[in-house]
Structure formats: C-alpha cells, structure tokens
C-alpha cells in the first residue's frame, strides 16, 4: 500500500497506532533474521552460494551495504555466544538497541570475557533503560580491558 498524507478520514491515533505496529513488525522480522543468521554461521550454508563469508553473502544475495552486513554479522555472532539473549529478544523482555548497545562495546578482544559477565549482561538489559545500559556496557568494556592487561598467569588467579 502506498505511503499517502493523513487525510482527514483518517485520525493522528489512527496513523500512530499503525506506525506503531510497523515499527513493532520490523524489530520481530530483525528478530527472525539474526537468528537465521546465527544458524548460518553454525552450518555455513552461505558457503553453498559461492561466498567466502556470511558478510560477503549478505552484501551479494540479500543485497545489504557492506556496513550494515559486518553489522549483523556481529550482532549474529553475539547472539551465538549468548542464546539467552536470543530467548530474550524473542519473547520480548529485551530490544535490538540493548542488543545494538552491546554490540558496540564487544570488540574482538574483549570477546574472551564475554562468558564471565553473560549473565549480568542479559539481566541487565531486562532491567535497565537503554541510557542505564550503555553505562553497564561501558563498564564491562573497562573490566574485560582491565582483564585482558593482565598476564595469562595473573587471569587465572581472579
């Protein structure tokens, strides 16, 4: 159905209630897709397409900027490591914007300490506003940089 201006037949609740449902439509299909994507990454089934790698996949098949691929790649690896947060997402009791909040800070090195603070992560998104998560986000990041400072031998021993 093509986009048109509200019209007077048509009131300002009406056009939010079905905005609303909209927007609560796109964050199920980004649902449905990250854990497709997280399957994939498990049987590598984009190899059957010819592609070296998921992103290169998304970007050639499904047509998605290179950006916006490595995006849900990591989103997608994230998920992997943690299928909590999968549950999580689906049943609703968190959003994709804790998800895209703890994306930002789980860069490749701070990956080794995800498992220590998982539970903690998730609870939180739960919990906390989005603003509240950033902040708990950050310090983990500070925590897994503290921890990967650390000699091997030093690691253990905390």
Same mark, same amino acid.
């Given at each position: #159905?093509?986009?048109?201006?509200?019209?007077?037949?048509?009131?300002?609740?009406?056009?939010?209630? %079905?905005?609303?449902?909209?927007?609560?439509?796109?964050?199920? &299909?980004?649902? *449905?897709?990250?854990?497709?994507?997280?399957?994939?990454?498990? /049987?590598?089934?984009?190899?059957?397409?010819?592609?070296?790698?998921?992103?290169?996949?998304?970007?050639?098949?499904? +047509?998605?900027?290179?950006?916006?691929?490595?995006?849900?790649?990591?989103?997608?690896?994230?998920?992997?490591?943690?299928?909590?947060? /999968? @549950?999580?997402?689906?049943? +609703?009791?968190?959003?994709?914007?804790?998800?895209?909040?703890?994306?930002?800070?789980?860069? *490749?090195?701070? #990956? +080794?300490?995800?498992? *220590?603070?998982? %539970?903690?992560?998730?609870?939180?998104?739960? @919990?906390?506003?989005?603003?509240?998560?950033?902040?708990?986000? &950050?310090?983990?990041? *500070?925590?897994?940089?503290? @921890?990967?400072?650390?000699?091997?031998?030093?690691?253990?021993?905390?």
């Amino acid at each position: #159905m093509p986009a048109t201006a509200l019209s007077d037949a048509t009131s300002t609740d009406d056009h939010n209630d %079905i905005t609303l449902a909209a927007a609560a439509g796109l964050e199920v &299909a980004r649902v *449905e897709l990250l854990t497709r994507l997280v399957e994939s990454l498990t /049987t590598t089934s984009f190899t059957r397409d010819s592609a070296f790698s998921l992103t290169t996949w998304l970007q050639r098949r499904a +047509g998605f900027a290179a950006t916006q691929a490595r995006q849900l790649v990591r989103q997608a690896g994230l998920l992997k490591q943690l299928p909590a947060f /999968t @549950n999580a997402l689906r049943s +609703g009791a968190t959003s994709l914007v804790h998800l895209d909040t703890l994306t930002t800070v789980a860069t *490749e090195p701070r #990956m +080794g300490h995800l498992e *220590e603070f998982a %539970i903690q992560l998730l609870e939180h998104t739960c @919990n906390l506003s989005v603003d509240d998560y950033t902040r708990v986000c &950050a310090y983990w990041a *500070e925590l897994a940089d503290d @921890n990967t400072k650390l000699p091997t031998s030093a690691r253990a021993a905390t």
